[in-house]
């Protein structure tokens, strides 16, 4: 199944996210970010990966996705 442009945005958002830290969530201003962020990161609400409909933290079930996006990322851009 090819990426959709939602899907696509949606695991550009879950990447913003901090490997690092489970104390660094994000905000998503609706008045300065584009529409399909805007868009993705309520999608990423509704599908109950992060606590708010702005941002917030990730889930466990966001981190989840998030290593799992970092993972795919990183095995794609690995030199050959």
Do not use: C, W
């Not at 606590?51 to 030199?79: K, M, R, S, V, W």
């Amino acid at each position: 199944m090819p990426l959709t442009n939602d899907i696509q945005e949606e695991i550009n958002m879950l990447i913003r996210f901090s490997q690092s830290s489970d104390h660094q969530g994000l905000k998503v201003h609706q008045d300065v970010a584009a529409a399909e962020l805007v868009n993705a990161t309520q999608r990423l609400f509704d599908k109950k990966l992060i606590t708010q409909i702005d941002g917030g933290y990730l889930t466990p079930l966001g981190h989840e996705a998030a290593d799992q996006a970092h993972a795919l990322l990183n095995i794609l851009n690995a030199p050959k």
